[in-house]
């Protein structure tokens, strides 16, 4: 069963470093989400990604933030310089259609960040 | 007010009991509502998803949507331990962007 996958499953890094995480969408989906959940607390919505662009973002996704799909599987988030606050496991997410009234998202297995 | 409420639980039931989790939202003009489970650590998995008004079954998982209400249950027949997790109910706002509730912890007693 096809399912999205993201790498690394553990990241811990020094604030103020640079961290890419890294997702591979389900391979016929075309819309792209980033979520992240810190630790005890809900799912937040980072922004989604459709068509090589921006399709929406959260108050969270400041200037901080970048999403990029390099080549035809990947979906990165790029956080340029990390706060201790950005602590917190990331899950990117792909669905095959996003007008839909309905669509399903697929969940990766998260990413877990901790900034030292 | 929280753009989606749900109680954070823990809600205890008897292994076989029905469950019945509950989650309300504020936006009038969202239209699709989606019950994910999420055991510890690992990421949200979609159990199903409602539009319209009413009552949706899927196994022992029934979704119920009451519009005029703002409120979205989901209802777990035959409870069993497996079933213990945090339930999310999450709302499709706009075309792209979905809001997660804080989640409700469910613990099914053997």
């Known amino acids: 069963e096809p399912e999205v996958t993201q790498t690394p499953s553990h990241q811990v890094t020094q604030m103020g470093q640079e961290v890419i995480l890294r997702c591979v969408p389900i391979?016929?989906?075309?819309?792209f989400y980033w979520y992240r959940q810190i630790l005890g607390q809900k799912v937040e919505f980072l922004v989604s990604?459709?068509?090589?662009?921006?399709?929406?973002k959260s108050e969270i996704f400041d200037d901080q933030f970048s999403v990029e799909r390099p080549d035809g599987s990947n979906f990165t988030l790029k956080i340029r310089s990390t706060k201790l606050e950005d602590s917190a496991m990331y899950f990117c997410?792909?669905?095959?259609?996003?007008?839909?009234?309905?669509?399903?998202?697929?969940f990766g297995p998260g990413t877990r960040l901790t900034v030292l | 007010q929280k753009e989606v409420e749900q109680n954070s639980g823990p809600l205890s039931v008897p292994e076989g009991a029905i469950a019945s989790l509950n989650c309300t939202y504020s936006?009038?003009?969202?239209?699709?509502f989606f019950w994910y489970r999420q055991y510890s650590g690992k990421s949200p998995e979609l159990i199903m998803f409602?539009?319209?008004?009413g009552d949706k079954e899927d196994g022992r998982f029934t979704a119920q949507l009451n519009k005029a209400s703002q409120y979205v249950s989901l209802l777990i027949r035959d409870s069993q331990p497996s079933d213990s997790a945090t339930y999310l109910c999450?709302?499709?706002?706009?075309?792209?962007?979905?809001?997660f509730g804080t989640g409700t912890r469910l613990k099914v007693l053997a």
């Open positions: 990604f459709y068509n090589n662009e921006i399709s929406e």
């Open positions: 409602i539009y319209s008004n």
């Open positions: 391979s016929n989906h075309l819309y």
């Open positions: 997410a792909s669905s095959e259609a996003g007008l839909a009234i309905y669509n399903e998202q697929f």
């Open positions: 999450a709302v499709k706002k706009g075309t792209y962007k979905y809001i």
């Open positions: 936006d009038r003009g969202s239209q699709s």
